[in-house]
């Protein structure tokens, strides 16, 4: 009996080593960056069966089989169709200033599209004053209606929206919706999904959440791209989710208002965004919608005034691998006098860490406005392990005191501004669906940096001195939170 128990112990050992060397080997052949290779590994090792299940369910960027294969042939499909239509030219708008040319080359070499143009363009600054602008565009929809959000919260002006979408549809306009399913779980919940259908809204659940997919797709890829597109003409994006921050403010909040920013846009720019949606659409529901061209976009004459040119940037499996932080470093590198940086959550790259170092040591003002109180507790400790190394390259980092700030922003030069759903996080730098534009307009980058003038007033400077005289607890709960950054 002994000797079968001892057969039955040496064969179970046996297979838990062989998984450990058959998981260290599968970390080893992704060939992912040195410290997250490495963060996996001490977590496997030190919490074996944990570190097992956490990296199977999260460690691989995991779409599912169907999804992947969709996936991969959808995004060079659509922009061949682009370029290959008879409209393709005047779509685009080529010229661009000297700041802005690396960053316009690289994204048109790799996604495959140029800049497009915009003869209208507005930066929204306020909650209240988008979800209103939004509302009468919604009104006036006469054809199609496309929207994706992370968060849709049922209450306030959101259920004003959600009102009006659905009398769009009665009146015979054609709409789409997709939201996040974790992000969106409440709205699923609530009575609007149903209203919603029998409206004749078409309602997508994007990356649904349960145990059993989680054995199939990772789940912790979100749909976290925030986009509404009217008649093919006019688009908003941003860092907004479908969210009344007024309405939801008023109950017990310790971070205070949410603080976003959302851009809206009328030109043939509404075509690229198109193409990231007909992509997403497809891939979630395996149902092909054609983007189109709308006739205000093609008609637009050269004389005519437009802003621009802009360049939709977009993440995710299926697009571009990497091409969101490879556009944030460009733009960093790209700056001569001055980069503004606003995020929620700052948990960046080591290349991307170095390349704002590198910045503020060549000459450049580099501004960092961070929220000083955040919803991650995780996120904020880790955040703060980055602070030494950008105060000694005199990184001016600003602390807003005016709620959670959740504006995602990047300005160079006053020239070059990037808008849209992208943390300076390793989530969303290598694994969401995330879209950005990049905007080459003197007029915008001169009303968003306005913008970040009031976040600076409404701020508190770090001040080296001070930070250094931080606890020993405090630098050690950094240095943990940071070891398990390249995770987060």
Known sequence: MNTFYTFIS???LFGYWLLIAGITLRILIK????????AWLLVIYIFPLVGIIAYLSFGELNLGKARALRAKALWPLTTNALNQSKD????????HSAVAAPLFQLCELRQGIGAMKAHQLELLTTNEQTLKRLIRDIQQARHDIKMVFYIWQVGGWVDDIAEALMAAARRGVNCRLMLDSAGSRAFFRSQYPAMMLNAGIHLVEALKVNVLRM???????????KIVLIDNYIVYTGSMNMVDTSHHTKKKNKVGPWVDLMARMEGSIATAIGMVYACDWQMETSKHILPEFS???????????TAGPLQVIASGPGFPEDIIHQALLTAVYSAREQLIMTTPYFVPSEDLLHAICTASQRGVEVIIILPYRSNSMIVSWASRAFFADLLKAKVKIYQFQGGMLHSKSVL?????SLIGTVNLDMRSLWLNFEITVAIDDRDFGENLASLQNDYVKNSVLL???QWEKRSVWQSIIERLFYFFSPLL
Do not use: C, T, Y
Not at 31 to 38: L, T
Not at 295 to 305: A, C, S, T, V, W
């Open 10 to 12: 040496s064969i179970v």
């Open 31 to 38: 060939r992912r960056g040195v410290p997250s290779a490495m």
């Open 88 to 95: 393709a030219r005047q779509l685009f708008f080529p010229p």
């Open 215 to 225: 054995f199939f797709r990772r789940m912790d890829l979100r749909q976290h791209r």
């Open 295 to 305: 006739r205000h976009n093609i008609d637009l004459k050269e004389h005519d005034k």
């Open 412 to 416: 160079v030069d006053k020239q070059l």
């Open 463 to 465: 001040e080296k001195d």
